[in-house]
């Protein structure tokens, strides 16, 4: 049985969560096809889909700090403003101005939200509850990434962009109203050292942790992947003269497939051996899709890659979670969860720029098959944590 306050705050968070992940997977859809109706080509469309990574790559362990001080009502309220406020910046200033406002603005408070709401699941449980909790949580994000695709593209089709952006901007404001229903510890700040939670202290925590390690070198080799499938994907569907409605329906079903799988984390985990096993395998599956997507044109092996690309990442992300939470002390959590997203927002912010330079000169089908060669090198450097990571997971099962 659940408690109440802890069903009560992963409701809330689930509901805030989704709109705003609804809104951002809209956005995936919506910036490129934007940016081709202003003309723009591979190379700036990459730097535009960079812009939201900025912010988050420079600030994200002193958020999370933050996040840990403030306590997570505030920032989750503050993180929904900011998700309102992006589209509606794009629909009130159209062209190249509005699309980097929007991207920033959003950028900064998806982050916000995203650090908050992993926080406070992050101590509502250990071991397979906190698996179960976290992909509670990562199902409810994949719903909102599953449904925003499939209605951007509609949307496109039928009233244009300006209208899409309207629409984004009212379903953020969901996220805003969700933070006022958190209770308990969620309201609360609490006191950090600086030495706990700054830039070195978070170095000395990834040196010396391999749950760290292990964690931040698996999402940010899906990350990458997950970058260069968001980028690329509606522009070389578009160039196969495909429409909006189809290339958000494409975009949806790797959703779909992240959302099936992981309300069934704790027992997909144990399946496959562990969480160890586990990772090597999602992120294998994730490179391997990755590096084939860019040879297919026909609808239907790419919805087949899409699913396997969806699988891996609902199996690794919300488990890179787990594995973070429990390897690391309640002080330095939320910074320690603020690496991990500037590891993510790092090669998301890197992936559009360096694939998209790529594509302008080669192919799309080149660009694809580069960014899973990337995703094959982190599942390398994962494979090489795997001995110290399970002997690190035996002693602190004895703790």
Same mark, same amino acid.
């Given at each position: 049985?659940?408690?109440?306050?802890?069903? +009560?705050?992963?409701? @809330?968070?689930?509901?805030?969560?989704?709109?705003?992940?609804?809104?951002?997977?809209?956005?995936?859809?919506?910036?490129?096809?934007?940016?081709?109706?202003?003309?723009?080509?591979?190379?700036?469309?990459?730097?535009?889909?960079?812009?939201?990574?900025?912010?988050?790559?420079?600030?994200?362990?002193?958020?999370?700090?933050?996040v840990t001080r403030i306590g997570g009502v505030k920032v989750i309220v503050a993180g929904g403003f900011g998700?309102?406020?992006?589209?509606?910046?794009?629909?009130?200033?159209?062209?190249?101005?509005?699309?980097?406002?929007?991207?920033?603005?959003?950028?900064?408070?998806?982050?916000?939200?995203?650090? !908050?709401?992993?926080?406070?699941?992050?101590?509502?449980?250990?071991?397979?509850?906190?698996?179960?909790?976290?992909?509670?949580?990562?199902?409810?994000?994949?719903?909102?990434?599953?449904?925003?695709?499939?209605?951007?593209?509609?949307?496109?089709?039928?009233? #244009?962009?300006?209208?899409?952006?309207? $629409?984004?901007?009212?379903?953020?404001?969901i996220s805003v109203a969700s933070g006022f229903f958190l209770t308990g510890a969620a309201r609360l700040g609490?006191?950090?050292?600086?030495?706990?939670?700054?830039?070195?202290?978070?170095? +000395?925590?990834?040196?010396?942790?391999? #749950? $760290?390690?292990?964690?931040?070198?698996?999402?940010?080799?899906?990350? *990458?992947?997950?970058?260069?499938?968001?980028?690329?994907?509606?522009?070389?569907?578009?160039?196969?003269?495909?429409?909006?409605?189809?290339?958000?329906?494409?975009?949806?079903? +790797?959703?779909?497939?992240?959302?099936?799988? +992981?309300?069934?984390?704790?027992?997909?985990?144990?399946?496959?051996?562990?969480? @160890? !096993?586990?990772?090597?395998?999602?992120?294998?599956?994730?490179?391997?899709?990755l590096c084939l997507t860019g040879f297919f044109e026909n609808i239907v092996p790419l919805g087949v890659l899409?699913?396997?690309?969806?699988?891996?990442?609902?199996?690794?992300?919300?488990?890179?979670?787990?594995?973070?939470?429990?390897? $690391?002390?309640?002080?330095?959590?939320?910074? @320690?969860?603020?690496?991990?997203?500037? #590891?993510?927002?790092?090669?998301? *912010?890197?992936?559009?720029?360096?694939?998209?330079?790529?594509?302008?000169?080669?192919?799309?089908?080149?660009?694809?098959?580069?960014? #899973?060669?990337?995703?094959?090198?982190?599942? @390398?450097?994962?494979?090489?944590?795997?001995?110290? *990571?399970?002997?690190?997971?035996?002693?602190?099962?004895?703790?």
């Amino acid at each position: 049985m659940i408690h109440k306050d802890v069903l +009560r705050n992963l409701v @809330a968070i689930c509901i805030g969560l989704t709109s705003a992940f609804m809104v951002q997977s809209m956005l995936l859809v919506t910036i490129p096809l934007y940016a081709l109706e202003l003309g723009a080509s591979p190379v700036m469309i990459g730097s535009i889909l960079s812009v939201p990574y900025i912010l988050p790559l420079i600030f994200a362990i002193p958020l999370g700090a933050a996040v840990t001080r403030i306590g997570g009502v505030k920032v989750i309220v503050a993180g929904g403003f900011g998700m309102t406020m992006g589209p509606l910046a794009m629909w009130l200033v159209p062209g190249y101005t509005g699309l980097i406002i929007c991207q920033l603005l959003v950028g900064v408070a998806h982050i916000l939200m995203v650090l !908050a709401a992993q926080s406070i699941i992050a101590g509502l449980g250990r071991g397979k509850a906190l698996e179960q909790y976290f992909g509670w949580y990562a199902t409810c994000l994949s719903g909102g990434q599953l449904v925003g695709p499939l209605w951007a593209g509609y949307m496109i089709d039928t009233d #244009g962009t300006r209208s899409t952006f309207a $629409v984004m901007a009212g379903i953020a404001l969901i996220s805003v109203a969700s933070g006022f229903f958190l209770t308990g510890a969620a309201r609360l700040g609490q006191a950090t050292r600086k030495s706990m939670t700054g830039f070195r202290a978070q170095g +000395r925590l990834l040196k010396q942790n391999s #749950g $760290v390690q292990i964690s931040i070198a698996t999402t940010v080799a899906v990350m *990458f992947a997950m970058g260069a499938y968001g980028s690329f994907l509606p522009v070389y569907l578009e160039s196969l003269s495909i429409s909006a409605t189809m290339i958000g329906s494409l975009v949806s079903l +790797r959703a779909f497939a992240s959302m099936a799988i +992981r309300p069934f984390m704790a027992p997909t985990i144990s399946l496959l051996g562990g969480r @160890a !096993a586990a990772m090597v395998i999602s992120v294998g599956l994730v490179g391997l899709a990755l590096c084939l997507t860019g040879f297919f044109e026909n609808i239907v092996p790419l919805g087949v890659l899409a699913l396997a690309l969806g699988v891996g990442s609902g199996i690794s992300q919300p488990l890179s979670m787990v594995v973070l939470a429990e390897h $690391v002390d309640a002080e330095q959590r939320a910074g @320690a969860l603020g690496m991990r997203l500037m #590891g993510n927002r790092g090669v998301q *912010f890197s992936a559009p720029l360096l694939l998209g330079v790529l594509a302008e000169f080669t192919s799309f089908t080149v660009t694809f098959l580069v960014a #899973g060669v990337v995703v094959f090198i982190g599942l @390398a450097i994962i494979y090489r944590l795997v001995p110290g *990571f399970k002997q690190r997971e035996r002693d602190l099962a004895v703790l």
